[in-house]
């Protein structure tokens, strides 16, 4: 702004300064913005899923085919008719499988019903490494639990088929046919749950291992 004074004329500038007192109004920084973990691989999460469910359809099957794995016979000995019944309750190897066969069924139900509903709601399926190292553990035992299971009743099921050396117990096989392929299915079935939820737990440590 100019102005006129004794001939001379003087330019003023005008510099607004903030008043006393005041506080600088400072902009916040950015906080970081923590991310859930991403994989490495697009579709390992499809291949979890995929794990997860036919985990779950082996331990339904070998919980199934174990229950109804029930018989009656007949075995000749020097001529002498013994009627058999033959029932997986009498065997706590069998009684143990079908329970381990049914918790691993309710377990990995359980896995696909949470990943479902976070898929519904957009969030991401393993959220953090925390749940991945759960999934992890969990995983693990149960899939040990199904090889302990499996190896308990697959001894049982070797020992009706050959009878034992040296005594005059016989093969119940032969009489109760349906009774032991039925138990050998259901076994079969409880090793293959156990081999995908040992593949579930891989895919948690690559998930583990994903930047």
Request: proline share 6%; charged share 10%.
């Amino acid at each position: 702004m100019g102005s006129i004074g004794n001939g001379r004329s003087d330019s003023v500038v005008g510099i607004q300064m903030p008043p006393a007192g005041g506080k600088m109004v400072l902009e916040p920084e950015a906080l970081p913005v923590t991310t859930s973990r991403v994989p490495r691989w697009p579709r390992l999460g499809v291949v979890m899923v995929a794990t997860r469910a036919a985990a779950m359809v082996m331990a339904l099957l070998s919980m199934s085919l174990m229950v109804s794995s029930k018989q009656r016979g007949i075995l000749t000995i020097f001529g002498i008719e013994i009627p058999l019944y033959a029932n997986w309750s009498f065997s706590y190897s069998l009684q143990f499988l079908v329970a381990m066969s049914a918790a691993s069924a309710a377990y990995s139900l359980a896995q696909l019903l949470l990943i479902a509903h976070k898929v519904m709601k957009k969030a991401p399926i393993v959220p953090s490494g925390r749940h991945a190292w759960l999934l992890f553990a969990v995983d693990q035992v149960f899939s040990l639990a199904m090889m302990s299971a499996g190896s308990g009743a697959a001894a049982v099921a070797n020992l009706n088929r050959t009878g034992v050396r040296h005594t005059a117990l016989p093969n119940f096989c032969k009489p109760l046919p349906r009774f032991c392929d039925l138990s050998a299915v259901s076994i079969a079935c409880a090793f293959l749950s156990c081999v995908f939820l040992a593949t579930s737990a891989v895919i948690d440590v690559i998930w583990l291992s994903s930047p």
